[in-house]
C-alpha cells in the first residue's frame, strides 16, 4: 500500500512516471519486432514471449504488493520447479518437468539446468539486495539477455572470445541501461538512481558475455544486483 500523498507530489510523480511508461512501451514494442524478425520457429517464439512475461514480477508484483511478497512470488515456484529439476535427474523416463517444457526448450535443455529454472534462481537470489535493487536488476536482465541473442541473431558480425557477439553485447548493454532508466523513472519511490543503473548495465552486459549456456540466466540477474548494491554503497 502507498502512503497517501498530496495533490502536488502526485502531479509531480506522474511528471516523472510519464517518459518513463514512453521508454517502457517503446522497448516492449521494439523487443516484439524483434522477436517476430529473430524467431526461427513457434518453440522459439514460445520462448521468448514467455521470457519477457517475467517482466510482471518486477513490474507489477513487487510495486503492487511489496518487497516480501515478490520475493515469496519467486521462491515458491523456483523451489517446486528445483524440485522437479531433481526427481527429472534421478528418474528420466519420468521427466515432468521436461515434458512440462518441451513446447519450449532448447536442444538437450533436458539433460541441464532448464532455463525457466534458471531465471527464478538468478531473479529470486538478485531479490535478496537491499530495497528496490532486485526488482530493477530482474527488469533489467529480463530485457537485456534476450535482446543479445536477437541481435546477435539479426546482426551477426564478429565475436568475442566467448563466442557471443559485439552486436549482441552492445544491444545487450543498451537494453539494460534504457530499461533501468525506465524503472527509475517509472518507480521514484524504489531508491533506484542513475547511478545504480550505471553500474548495473554494464555488470549485466559483462555476465551474459562471460557465462556461457543456460547459466547466463542467473547470473546477469545476480551481477547487476551485486554492482547496484556496490555503487549504492559507495554512494
Known sequence: MFPKQDDHSVSGEGKVMAPGIFMWVLLLCMSTVLVLLTASDARSLRRRILRFSGLVF??????LFGIRVYRISLLIPLVVLLGLEASGKKKPEKNLLGTLISPIAKEGEREHLSGISAWFT???????????????AAAMGTVADPWASMA?????GRKTKPGKTFSGSVACLLSAFWSGVAFTLIFPDSGITLIHVSAGAPAIAAAEVYTSGTYDNITVFIAGAAAMTLAGAVH
Open 58 to 63: 518486477p513490474m507489477v508484483v513487487h510495486p
Open 122 to 136: 538468478g531473479v529470486f537470489i538478485a531479490s535478496l539486495a537491499p530495497g528496490g535493487i532486485g526488482p530493477a
Open 152 to 156: 546477435g541473431t539479426l546482426m551477426g
